[in-house]
């Protein structure tokens, strides 16, 4: 096992650069998602750790060892790609135990048995004898995860593997994935947009944006406490609200606020930011709520519903359940607790709490 | 009723001759005109003659008309060591001549789309090409030069190194093979440009998965390279076949098809026979069998490319 260093990695294509001086240690044996919208350089850093794309300065080391000048053949990584990769003459067994052909120091038998722990943990034992041209894009994807497994490399790579196929193959992908996971403890980098997936399966999530890390955490803390307005909003569905307020004596009011709270550095600069699900709505005229007005609702997958409301010039958006979804007017009642704002200046979160 | 029906149809008017031209069922005929004359003068016809011809003895220098005379130009040639003979040649040429061109085309065009940031790439490539620009006939006449025993450049750097000087085009062992080394010189680059599109029709994302996988040169060649390139590679694997088998002016320019007759393939054979013999049934008959040797070869050709469309479908359906 290894853990991953990047030490100033940067990638330009001609003006643009795709990757820009990332500095970043990813533990051993953990999963990292990288996540971030298209085009935030996610996928060019992850091509660069399989050595598939050379930096244009920066190094990137595997357990201390550096490996930017080695081929990915040196590197011994695996990689999932974002198309279901196979050899298309062979059936699904031969597409596991290709790559293992080439570890010298692998018996048959030990070969054999690692074939048929991927088959087991893939569920792949039935087709073990199919074509690769008669399965869906779901299976072939799953054996190509098996592929990248069977070898037991140091470091597997995912490329956004689930994009391109269909809901229940996903799941079953996934299940597959954590499965794996708890036998063999590999360093893992996972490419994704999709922030579900990021949360279900990452140890730790390095959060991506016009080609720098903006935060790495695990999931939850990524959630609850995001480093910058960017981390609040793209994640979360809806993301984090976030309100202006005013400048008020050696503090600042805001509109969700029932009084102001002192900030010795007050500025206009500086954003309130609370989650939709953290905002305590309830019936209008409740004692501790501020009077919003419902300007419209939706009612989500979970049978929540999704408000957005209006308080003075301010506008955010809270869910709440379907019970008291269902019985609300025009008016309720809300409550933002201290604990779950979180005050950003200039986009970047501010240190320190401000004290109420 | 009758009247209800004809009163609500709207009055036909005549149509002008530009509104028939231009209508759905004639249009597309009407483009066609053009080509299918041309081919009719240029193709048809002289096929029809060819085969009108194979069934008559007719000589030109005997002055007589021609004779009917059914299949006896066919068996004629059936019972010809001679035609029996220059075929086997044909075909050692083809064999030959396909099977080196496909090898180093295939090695050679591997070799250049792995060097695709060396420097001179694309002026190799050009130099590469060179040869098979050139008209057979002026390719011919050089490489005549290049083997000339007296004048040759092969001549003299053999001399230079005291070696015997050969006699390449003028020795009966050495002939065919200097005669295919030029075939091999001038169609190679084709190969060259077939392996470069088969290269080109590989997923980038399977070539980097086969580095990833640690495959080795050969199962990447075999299971990535070929698997998706065998297609184009098989075209030109057929051309090449098809026309190799027409050779003819390449060879006839250094050697006439001798000495002896070591070097004369089949269409050499046909050329003598016709125009230097005269023995137009005869030589006619020939052509048919040939018309449908390369007919099997372009049926080949056909019912792989759909056997392709076939695959592709089956692919699309599975797909959908």
Request: proline residues 5%; charged residues 20%; positive net charge.
């Amino acid at each position: 096992m290894v853990d991953i260093t990047l030490d100033g990695l940067t990638r330009s294509f001609g003006g643009m650069t795709a990757v820009n001086n990332i500095s970043e240690t990813f533990p051993e044996g953990s999963v990292t998602c990288l996540l971030g919208p298209s085009g935030c350089g996610k996928t060019t850093l992850m091509r660069m750790i399989a050595g598939l794309e050379t930096p244009s300065r920066g190094r990137i080391l595997f357990g201390g060892r550096d490996v930017t000048a080695l081929t990915p053949r040196q590197r011994n990584v695996a990689m999932v790609f974002q198309y279901p990769v196979m050899y298309r003459t062979l059936t699904v067994e031969e597409n596991i135990a290709l790559p293992l052909g080439r570890d010298r120091g692998l018996s048959a038998a030990d070969r054999q048995r690692r074939v048929e722990e991927v088959l087991d943990v893939l569920q792949l034992r039935k087709l073990r004898r199919g074509r690769m041209a008669e399965l869906d894009i779901g299976t072939r994807q799953r054996v190509a995860v098996g592929r990248s497994i069977a070898r037991r490399c140091d470091v597997i790579l995912f490329d956004e593997p689930t994009t391109n196929v269909e809901v229940h193959a996903k799941l079953e992908l996934i299940r597959a994935f954590k499965q794996f996971r708890q036998q063999l403890r590999q360093t893992i980098i996972y490419v994704t947009h999709d922030q579900t997936e990021a949360m279900t399966l990452a140890d730790q999530i390095a959060l991506m944006q016009a080609g720098v890390i903006s935060q790495c955490a695990p999931p939850r803390a990524l959630y609850e406490k995001p480093d910058s307005e960017f981390g609040g909003w793209f994640l979360g569905n809806p993301g984090m609200n976030f309100i202006s307020g005013r400048v008020v004596g050696t503090g600042m009011q805001f509109d969700i606020l029932p009084e102001p709270i002192s900030m010795p550095d007050a500025g206009a600069d500086i954003r309130l930011g609370i989650r939709p699900e953290r905002i305590r709505v309830a019936l209008p005229g409740t004692p501790g709520t501020l009077p919003a007005r419902i300007e419209r609702r939706f009612i989500t997958i979970g049978g929540q519903y999704l408000l957005t409301l209006r308080i003075g010039a301010t506008v955010l958006r809270a869910r709440v359940d379907g019970a008291l979804g269902r019985i609300l007017g025009n008016e309720a009642g809300i409550d933002c607790p201290m604990q779950h704002l979180a005050f950003f200046r200039n986009g970047t979160v501010m240190a320190r709490p401000p004290s109420p | 009723m009758r009247l209800a029906s004809k009163a609500s149809s709207p009055p036909r008017r005549r149509q002008s001759f530009t509104e028939f031209l231009g209508r759905r069922e004639v249009m597309p005929f009407l483009l066609l005109v053009p080509v299918l004359i041309f081919f009719i003068i240029w193709n048809t016809i002289p096929t029809l003659w060819l085969l009108g011809l194979s069934f008559y003895r007719f000589s030109l220098t005997s002055g007589r008309p021609p004779i009917f005379a059914g299949f006896y130009n066919f068996d004629s040639i059936l019972n010809d060591s001679a035609v029996w003979l220059g075929l086997s040649r044909t075909f050692l040429f083809v064999i030959l001549a396909v099977g080196i061109e496909t090898v180093l085309g295939l090695l050679l065009g591997l070799l250049f789309w792995g060097s695709q940031k060396l420097p001179g790439r694309r002026v190799a490539l050009t130099l590469l090409f060179t040869p098979m620009v050139l008209t057979p006939v002026a390719s011919g006449t050089f490489w005549r030069l290049i083997y000339d025993p007296t004048f040759g450049i092969l001549g003299s750097i053999f001399r230079g190194l005291g070696l015997p000087s050969l006699n390449f085009l003028g020795d009966a062992h050495l002939a065919f093979g200097a005669v295919l080394l030029v075939d091999i010189w001038m169609w190679t680059p084709f190969m060259v440009l077939m392996t470069l599109a088969a290269l080109a029709s590989v997923p980038k994302a399977e070539l980097e998965a086969a580095e990833i996988d640690q495959l080795s040169w050969w199962q990447r060649l075999r299971l990535v390279i070929l698997y998706h390139g065998k297609f184009i590679l098989m075209l030109g694997i057929l051309l090449r076949t098809i026309d190799a088998f027409k050779t003819m002016d390449l060879i006839y320019d250094m050697t006439f098809g001798g000495p002896g007759s070591t070097t004369e393939v089949i269409a050499i054979t046909l050329y003598r026979r016709a125009f230097e013999d005269f023995t137009m049934g005869w030589s006619s008959a020939l052509a048919v069998i040939l018309l449908l040797i390369s007919i099997a070869f372009t049926a080949t050709f056909i019912f792989v490319l759909h056997s392709r469309d076939r695959k592709q479908a089956s692919l699309a359906e599975e797909g959908a």
